[in-house]
C-alpha cells in the first residue's frame, strides 16, 4: 500500500496568505539582527584594554618615579553606542626626594570629554621617607560615544609633591600647593588636638571623641550637590536677591559685608559677597563655606566655593564683590514609600563663613575649630577630612591603632 | 504433562516447536485416546481447503484499492474538520511585533548614552555633579568620573567657578583623598 501523497497531507496545515510569510522572514531577520548586535551590548575587555587609555607623563626630574601599576578591575565595556573604560588601579610611587613627602596631586586630562576637562586626585597627610615606595589608589571612569572615534587617552601627570618643610615641587597648574599646605595645617591641628586629648584625658577621652564624630558623620544628612555653569533645572521663578547671614569670627582677616542669592526651590543661584580685608597683609585667595537649613529645619555643611575666580589682590582694607556664576543644586537620597529616590532638598537659609584665606606671601589663615571663638555651627556641621580619617581608623582597627597613628 | 489449548491449535496446524511436541508425545504415552481439544482442532484442519476456495468475483486486487481510498478520503475528511489555531495569528503580525520589540531593545541601547541624537550645534553645557560615589563631568554624550566607595563618609564638596571637590577616606587603604572635576 502506498503512502497518502506528502503534498495532499500538507495542503490544510501550511498557510497559503503570502503577508504571513513575509511576516515569518521579518521574524527571522529580526530575531537574527538581536542575535548579532547581543555581543555589541555587553562587550568588555580587560586591564589590558583600559591600559591603552593612560598615558604616564612623568618628568625625569620628577621627585616621584612610578615602579608599577596594578590595574585592578580595570575594564573597557562596549553598552550600546558608548564606551565604557572603568580605571582602578594603584600606582606604585617611590619617593626620589632628599625629604619626606608630606602630600601629593596627580593630575588627569583628556581633552575628549571636554575642552580642558580634568580630574586630580591628591593624597595629602602622607609621611613617605625619601627612597620609600607608597601606593596610590585611583578610581576613574570615562564615557565616551564610540561614534566620537579613536580611543580617548588620558595623560597622567605629577601637579606638584608637598614636603615636611612645606616646600613645594612641581607646575602647580591646580593650586596643588594651596590646597595640600591648607590640609597639611588642619592635619597638624587635628593630630594635636587628638594628642592633647589622649595626654589629657587617656585612651578613653579619645575614644569617647571618636565616637562623637562617627556620630555626626552618620547623623548628617548625604546631599548631593550639582554645579551647572547655566541652565536651570527647574521652571520656578526664582526669588528676588535674597541677603544671607555670615558667622564671624573674630580673628578672621577677612570680612564679609554683605551677602546674597537667588533660591528657588532647591537651587541657590549667583551668590554673591562683598568682602573687606581687615588684615594688614595683601590677600591673593579666600574661600566661602557654605551652611545651609533646609525647610524641615535641618542644617548641614554643604561645602565651600572660591571667593573669586581665580587669584583676587586685595590690599589691606580694601573691598571687592565677588559672584559666583552658574546654578548650585541640591538634592538628597531618600526613602520614599520604601524605595530609595532623589529628591531635592528645599532650601531655606543659607549661611556662609569664611573658610580659608591665602595672603600674597603664600601663608594660608583658616578657622581654627578647636578655639573657644569659632562658631559652634563650624565646629558641629563640618567634620575635617582627617577627624574622618582617625574616626575611621578606630572604627575599623580599633583604639591601639589610633594611638600608635597619632604616635607616628 | 498436560498440553495447554494453544499449544493444541498450533500442533494440529504442524505449527508447533520441539518443545511441545515433545510434551505432546509425552502426554499422549500411556493415553487410549486422543483428547477432545486435540480432535476439534484436528477437524478444523480438516475444513481449512475448503474455505480457501473463493468465489472467482471475490478479487483481492480489486478489495485493497477499494480498502485504500475509503482510508485516504477518511484521513482527508478528519483533517477538514480537526480544529486548528488560527494560522494567521502566528504569522506576518507575530514577526511584525518581535521587529517592534527589537527595534525598542536597541533604541533602548543606543539612548542610555546622553543626548546622543542631539545637535551638533548644540550649546555646550558642562553639568559637574558631586554625589556618594562619584564627583562627575557630564559635557554632551561624554563624562569624566572620579569614584569612591558610597560610603566613605561625611563628603565634603567644594564646588564653583568650574571644579568640584570631595574629600573622603579610601574604604579600602583608609587613606584620605581628595578628588576634584574641573569643566575648564
Redesign the interface.
Known sequence: ??K?DNS?WHM??R?R?P?????????????F??LC?TPL?GQSAGAEAAAKYLKFEFPASSPLRLVSTDWGRSRVLQ????ATA?LHLVLHLENRATQPIHGLTLL?V?Q??????????????LRVAPGETF?A?V???????I??GGQPQVAVRLDGVLFEDLSFAGDNT?NSRR?LSA?ELE?QRDRRHARELLHAGGKEALAREMREILAR?EQ?P?V????????RATTLPASEPVRFAFLNMPDSPLRPLDASVRIAANEAIEPTVRVRNLSGREIRYA?IGWIIRDLDGREF??????AS?GEIALRPSGETVVR???V?RFSE?RNVNGRMEEVPVRLGEMVGYVSQVQFADGSIWMPNRYQASTPEAIRSL??S??Q??L???YA?QGLDALVKDLSD | MRLSEKECALLAGNDAGFWPRLKARLASRGADAPRPDETAFAQIRAEMPRFRELPEYFAWDNLAAEMKANILVGVEAGEAIRSRPAPVAVGWKAGLAFAALALVVVSGYWWRTPDYFASQEAPVVSLLEARPGGLELQNRETALTVMYGRDSGQLALSGGLGSIRADYVDEETGQLTVAHVYSE
Open positions: 500500500m502506498k497518502p495532499r490544510f496545515t498557510n496568505n503577508l504571513a510569510r513575509v511576516g515569518h522572514l521579518g521574524a527571522r531577520l529580526a530575531l539582527a538581536l548586535l551590548f553598552r550600546g553606542s558608548a572603568e588627569f583628556t575628549d570629554v571636554a575642552p580642558g576637562g580634568k580630574a586630580s586626585i591628591s593624597l595629602p597627610g601606593p589608589k578610581d576613574l571612569r570615562l564615557l565616551q560615544p561614534a566620537v591646580l590646597l590640609l592635619i558623620r548628617a548625604r548631593d550637590m550639582q554645579w551647572a555653569r547655566r541652565g574661600e555643611y554643604a561645602g565651600t566655593l572660591p575666580d559666583q556664576g552658574g548650585l537620597r563640618r567634620l577630612p582627617e574622618q580619617r574616626a575611621s581608623l575599623r
